[in-house]
């Protein structure tokens, strides 16, 4: 079923009650508020962990309507011919939503990921299923549509997340995982991008998301470059899928460490001269550079002072207005420099582009992993180089180096 604000059928009585929340499936005790209303005489609790799909409560129904299937008739078309690994990959999920089971896909960044999914998602939408495409990130359920809609010309597919307001049909839907709040036994198949940039840890409930709004017989596709137990588990040990190369068929570069502590200079408002030394040396091959810092203020302070000695400079975070337009300028060429935070980790393709990622000791390997998966993601442009700037050899620094020399022996982790 569909949950919907005005929509004609009773579903719940009340979207809250005996601490639980019948919309998005929460039942932590924490996560729930009660106040006295004094203008309805009674107390009322409501809750916090789908507030921002507007508010579920002990005192309001909850309205929605049935799930509705319907076969279409759809088709894509792609500019290339997927390589022999892809396409055994492809089968592999064509298989797992033909038998109603889960898939892990472990790829490595630059694999054709979506690509590998399209025939999937054909055989779902001719056989009346419904599928959603889901990342934990906006910006990669952005990018990810704009390739749908170029290969699937003419279906429609409705994209969803926070703000966006319209009517979906929800049947081929691309959207954030919190959009799933509203749907329960709905979706027959559910691809999972970028699954590893989940914030499980903090939020053990978006799997549970998941897990509610596919239907009973539901195929889950789990597609990520660094995968966990967890996600092996949920797939099953023999519907693991693994590709190590990507697609162009090139090796994954390898990061270069350069040991400077860059938060001293930075604090004292200088440029860390190593950090000078790599800039001046990309701009002068002609190429653009993506710099990640682990913070917002220290990127600022760095934007503040590189700004005086580099004009094609912008900086990004996730709660800046103009990102996305800085992004375009990026991709456009009109900018050499773009300062970011984690939120360009994935998801994002820049052609000549190098990667330096400032005080790399404070980054864990799977976001080191995506960050290095930036680079030489196309043919003409297959390689790029890596600099991680740090002072301290951590874990996560041994761990991305080691993972991407096994990926190029054709290993994986699993
Ligand atoms: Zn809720």
Same mark, same amino acid.
């Given at each position: 079923?569909?949950?919907?604000?005005?929509?004609? &059928?009773?579903?719940?009585?009340?979207?809250?009650?005996?601490?639980?929340?019948?919309?998005?499936?929460?039942?932590?005790?924490?996560?729930?508020?009660?106040?006295?209303?004094?203008?309805?005489?009674?107390?009322?609790?409501?809750?916090?962990?789908?507030?921002?799909?507007?508010?579920?409560?002990?005192?309001?129904?909850?309205?929605?309507?049935?799930?509705?299937?319907?076969?279409?008739?759809?088709?894509?078309?792609?500019?290339?011919?997927?390589?022999?690994?892809?396409?055994?990959?492809?089968?592999? +999920?064509?298989?797992?939503?033909?038998?109603?089971?889960?898939?892990?896909?472990?790829?490595?960044?630059?694999?054709?990921? %979506?690509?590998?999914?399209?025939?999937? @998602?054909?055989?779902?939408?001719?056989?009346?299923?419904?599928?959603?495409?889901?990342?934990?990130?906006?910006?990669?359920?952005?990018?990810?549509?704009?390739?749908?809609?170029?290969?699937?010309?003419?279906?429609?597919?409705?994209?969803?997340?926070?703000?966006?307001?319209?009517?979906?049909?929800?049947?081929?839907?691309?959207?954030?995982?919190?959009?799933?709040?509203?749907?329960?036994?709905?979706?027959?198949?559910?691809?999972?991008?970028?699954?590893?940039?989940?914030?499980?840890?903090?939020?053990?409930?978006?799997?549970?998301?998941?897990?509610?709004?596919?239907?009973?017989?539901?195929?889950?596709?789990?597609?990520?470059?660094?995968?966990?137990?967890?996600?092996?588990?949920?797939?099953?040990? &023999?519907?693991?899928?693994?590709?190590?190369?990507?697609?162009?068929?090139?090796?994954?570069?390898?990061?270069?460490?350069?040991?400077?502590?860059?938060?001293?200079?930075?604090?004292?408002?200088?440029?860390?001269?190593?950090?000078?030394?790599? +800039?001046?040396?990309?701009?002068?091959?002609?190429?653009?550079?993506?710099?990640?810092?682990?913070?917002? %203020?220290?990127?600022?302070?760095?934007?503040?002072?590189?700004?005086?000695?580099?004009?094609?400079?912008?900086?990004?975070?996730?709660?800046?207005?103009?990102?996305?337009?800085?992004?375009?300028?990026?991709?456009?060429?009109?900018?050499?420099? +773009?300062?970011?935070?984690?939120?360009?980790?994935?998801?994002?393709?820049?052609?000549?582009?190098?990667? @330096?990622?400032?005080?790399?000791?404070?980054?864990?390997?799977?976001?080191?992993?995506?960050?290095?998966?930036?680079?030489?993601?196309?043919?003409?442009?297959?390689?790029?180089?890596?600099? +991680?700037?740090?002072?301290?050899?951590?874990?996560?620094?041994?761990?991305?180096?080691?993972?991407?020399?096994?990926?190029?022996?054709?290993?994986?982790?699993?």
């Amino acid at each position: 079923m569909i949950l919907k604000h005005g929509a004609p &059928d009773l579903m719940f009585k009340a979207g809250v009650k005996d601490n639980r929340c019948f919309r998005c499936g929460n039942r932590e005790k924490d996560l729930f508020y009660t106040y006295y209303s004094s203008y309805d005489e009674t107390d009322i609790t409501y809750c916090l962990h789908c507030i921002a799909l507007g508010r579920s409560d002990s005192l309001n129904p909850l309205y929605g309507y049935e799930t509705v299937r319907q076969r279409d008739n759809i088709d894509y078309a792609l500019d290339f011919e997927l390589n022999d690994v892809q396409q055994a990959a492809s089968t592999r +999920l064509l298989d797992a939503i033909k038998n109603n089971h889960n898939l892990l896909l472990y790829a490595v960044t630059g694999a054709g990921k %979506t690509e590998i999914t399209f025939e999937g @998602i054909k055989y779902a939408r001719n056989s009346g299923l419904n599928v959603a495409f889901v990342s934990p990130r906006i910006d990669v359920v952005k990018e990810v549509y704009l390739r749908l809609a170029d290969a699937f010309k003419g279906v429609r597919i409705d994209l969803m997340y926070s703000g966006v307001k319209s009517v979906f049909s929800h049947m081929f839907t691309v959207c954030t995982v919190h959009q799933l709040f509203n749907c329960i036994d709905h979706y027959d198949v559910i691809i999972i991008d970028e699954v590893d940039a989940f914030p499980l840890p903090e939020e053990p409930l978006l799997m549970e998301t998941v897990k509610r709004a596919a239907a009973e017989d539901a195929s889950i596709i789990l597609m990520t470059a660094t995968p966990t137990a967890e996600m092996k588990l949920l797939a099953g040990k &023999d519907n693991v899928v693994t590709i190590a190369r990507r697609y162009h068929g090139y090796d994954l570069a390898l990061p270069k460490v350069i040991w400077q502590n860059s938060s001293k200079y930075i604090k004292k408002k200088r440029i860390p001269p190593k950090l000078t030394e790599l +800039l001046d040396n990309i701009i002068k091959a002609g190429r653009k550079v993506l710099v990640f810092f682990p913070d917002i %203020t220290m990127m600022k302070t760095a934007a503040e002072i590189l700004k005086k000695k580099y004009s094609r400079l912008e900086s990004v975070y996730s709660g800046d207005a103009g990102r996305y337009e800085k992004v375009q300028l990026m991709r456009d060429g009109e900018l050499d420099i +773009l300062l970011t935070t984690t939120i360009l980790e994935r998801g994002v393709t820049f052609l000549y582009l190098d990667v @330096i990622v400032i005080d790399a000791h404070r980054f864990d390997s799977a976001s080191l992993i995506q960050i290095c998966g930036r680079v030489g993601r196309k043919p003409k442009d297959p390689t790029g180089n890596i600099s +991680l700037i740090t002072d301290f050899n951590t874990s996560g620094i041994r761990g991305t180096l080691a993972a991407i020399s096994q990926f190029n022996k054709g290993r994986t982790a699993l």
